[in-house]
């Protein structure tokens, strides 16, 4: 199971750092994907990390100020978001994979997903 969680309301400029707790699995036998999805709207690739974690992926929207990290030990993926936007505004979900690198960002090749974390930038 996952369990996203930290999100929460905060005004433009300003940072979050979201957690995907898992359990009964070891996130570093899994890719690690992050996702977003507003209403009415496909779910969106963010942000990944490799099984190994050695190599990380961004949305072009996001990159420089989203990181993707992770922590074996915790058994714990984060996502730190800086420099929010408006349009970050979404709800967020983890999810885990064992996918090729070519499927990282579609959100068909992840199999086991978190609850999802509501994020808010205000203007």
């Known amino acids: 199971q996952l369990q996203a969680s930290g999100g929460g309301l905060v005004q433009a400029g300003g940072s979050l750092r979201l957690s995907c707790a898992a359990s009964?699995?070891?996130?570093?036998?899994?890719?690690t994907g992050w996702f977003r999805q507003t209403p009415g709207k496909e779910r969106e690739f963010v942000a990944a990390?490799?099984?190994?974690?050695?190599?990380?992926y961004y949305a072009d929207s996001v990159k420089g100020r989203f990181t993707v990290s992770r922590d074996n030990a915790k058994n714990t993926a984060y996502l730190q978001m800086n420099s929010l936007k408006p349009e970050d505004t979404a709800v967020y979900y983890c999810?885990?994979?064992?996918?090729?690198?070519?499927?990282?960002?579609?959100?068909?090749?992840?199999?086991?997903w978190g609850q999802g974390t509501l994020v808010t930038v205000s203007s």
């Open positions: 990390t490799n099984r190994i974690g050695g190599r990380t």
């Open positions: 009964g699995r070891p996130l570093s036998d899994y890719a």
């Open positions: 999810a885990i994979g064992r996918l090729i690198l070519s499927s990282l960002r579609h959100y068909e090749a992840y199999s086991w």
